[in-house]
């Protein structure tokens, strides 16, 4: 019996230099990065599907762990050796695409009559740098959602978040009644807190602020903005002032090491924000939980960051028409319906987004609010450079402000001034 797909693990491929479609009949290799054992059964099914209604076309499907995926990548593109098709995060994507590493699909996207209006247009976007298509947008994630404990909010008595609310008020009053002490006083229950360590994004974003002073073509950090010092010392009261909010320490300790997401779901948070893709963990742990979106800002504005994913071609693949067919194929309706049935992704075509597929699939009662909310979407800056600057610098600069060893107006000016020399200005006078 032909064994029509695989799936290859690409640790074990070693690197296969002119591989995939550099000999003719060889296999299309397709690299993702997810570990769900859902999502993977769907994906197996999906290139059997394509195998077959495609006749001579094989595909090995590549799972590398997504915290290797971008070094295993870029690795294999320095080798001559990447996947024919790889799927992209759209944050990740810049770093690839500057290199180089993927085709121009533009010709592609107009000889098969795709229409560029039936994406979000914040996803497609990311994509597209110049105005060329580089990678087919598959999911588009908000993480503007505020998921709410109601069994926590019916217990003390306090109404469910509207989406016209705002902070600081009601934000902060909703908090301070949805903290609960012991008899020493000590915190039981905290009313928000941020599954992925502190942080201050959607306040900045919602204040009209950004991470620097522009998205697409960024020329220096601006986190010494009036809407970022108003947005960081807002997140840092949570903690420090009003005690709403707890401290990356304290988050540890109480659900020792494994993150506020734990907490959400043994009651000890009221208030957690982030993307959709957390509802299957809480529907199995049986929460009555709902959403509802980030607050706006002090100024009535809307915003929050975005995470999703996309898939592109190898510049270097020897046979782009094959690749072309599975990569569009895996960024089509019939897939992203089916991914989109378990609760975990909001997809990036926005008439499957808008489907019962999407709508009715396991999850928060309302999660219709999230057919609008790309429009307010934003991504990292497009620079090569971001996530060492982010990770490797403002990160940590950042972790003694979250601990309340300084204040974000003492971190803050001087962190962006020295970013600015040594990434910015260096980058601009080598130009």
């Not at 976007?125 to 947008?137: N, Q, T, V």
């Amino acid at each position: 019996m032909r064994k029509k797909w695989k799936t290859v693990f690409a640790l074990a491929f070693g690197l296969l230099g002119a591989a995939g479609c550099n000999r003719g009949p060889q296999p299309v290799r397709v690299s993702v990065y997810t570990s769900d054992p859902v999502i993977l059964k769907i994906l197996d099914r999906a290139l059997e599907g394509i195998e077959s209604r495609h006749p001579g076309l094989s595909i090995e499907l590549e799972n590398i762990p997504y915290n290797n995926y971008q070094d295993k990548i870029t690795v294999q593109l320095a080798a001559g050796g990447a996947p024919d098709v790889i799927s992209v995060e759209v944050n990740n994507f810049v770093d690839l695409y500057l290199r180089g590493a993927f085709e121009d699909l533009t010709p592609y996207f107009q000889k098969d009559g795709m229409d560029p209006k039936a994406y979000y247009p914040a996803a497609l976007k990311r994509f597209s740098p110049g105005g060329e298509i580089y990678a087919l947008p598959s999911d588009i994630a908000p993480t503007g959602l505020v998921y709410y404990n109601k069994k926590i909010f019916d217990e003390a008595g306090v109404p469910y978040p509207r989406s016209d609310w705002s902070w600081p008020e009601p934000f902060l009053s909703l908090c301070q009644k949805l903290v609960k002490k012991d008899a020493t006083g000590k915190v039981m229950r905290w009313a928000f807190a941020d599954p992925y360590g502190t942080i201050a994004d959607n306040f900045l974003l919602s204040d009209g602020g950004y991470f620097a002073d522009s998205e697409e073509n960024p020329t220096r950090l601006a986190l010494d903005s009036p809407q970022a010092l108003e947005a960081y010392r807002f997140r840092w009261d949570l903690i420090h002032t009003y005690h709403v909010s707890p401290t990356p320490s304290e988050i540890q300790n109480f659900s020792f090491g494994s993150g506020a997401e734990s907490m959400f779901m043994n009651g000890q948070v009221a208030m957690m924000d982030s993307g959709i893709w957390h509802t299957p963990n809480f529907l199995v742990k049986g929460l009555s939980f709902d959403v509802v979106e980030f607050p706006r800002g002090p100024r009535g504005t809307r915003g929050w960051g975005a995470g999703g994913s996309g898939y592109a071609i190898w510049k270097g693949c020897k046979d782009k028409e094959r690749a072309w067919v599975v990569a569009k194929e895996l960024a089509g309706e019939t897939l992203l319906s089916q991914l989109a049935s378990t609760g975990m992704l909001q997809p990036a075509l926005v008439k499957v987004a808008q489907s019962d597929a999407f709508l009715k699939s396991p999850g928060p009662a309302h999660r219709k609010i999230l057919l609008d909310m790309p429009r307010h979407a934003h991504y990292s800056p497009f620079v090569r450079n971001w996530m060492e600057i982010w990770n490797g610098q403002v990160g940590p600069a950042l972790d003694p402000v979250w601990l309340g060893e300084k204040t974000p107006e003492q971190v803050l000016p001087e962190l962006t001034q020295d970013i600015n020399k040594k990434y910015f200005e260096k980058a601009a006078g080598s130009r």
